[in-house]
């Protein structure tokens, strides 16, 4: 089973661009039919799917978000990224990646297996 573990700044300030790192080990992002996706869960509020890139390199955004989101990857590195541009404090939540294989997932709690996630605060 893969691991996940994101990393990125703790505290941006609004207007700005959050940009979180999601690396992979125990597994290779390039292998067939995996979805690898960012979800956030604000305070006191439920998971919400933000976008996805899948093992071949096609990405699926929410469309909330889509105009603002960004998801590439790095593969000599394992990794892939997320950026949110143009941020406001509604956007504070713990952001996790996820990993799961033959099915994009776009809401509920099950996206397969997950980092432990990383509180990104938007704020001045």
């Known amino acids: 089973q893969v691991q996940l573990q994101e990393s990125g700044p703790g505290l941006v300030k609004p207007s700005q661009t959050l940009s979180l790192t999601c690396t992979v080990s125990?597994?290779?992002?390039?292998?067939?039919?995996?979805?690898w996706s960012w979800i956030r869960q604000p305070p006191g509020q439920g998971l919400e799917w933000m976008g996805a890139v899948t093992s071949s390199g096609s990405t699926y955004y929410s469309p909330s978000l889509k105009s603002r989101t960004s998801i590439s990857r790095d593969t000599s590195k394992n990794q892939f990224t997320l950026q949110l541009s143009s941020v406001t404090p509604e956007g504070t939540a713990v952001y996790y990646c996820t990993g799961g294989r033959n099915q994009l997932r776009t809401k509920g709690t099950d996206y397969g297996s997950r980092g432990q996630g990383t509180q990104a605060t938007l704020s001045s």
């Open positions: 125990g597994g290779s992002i390039t292998t067939d039919y995996y979805y």
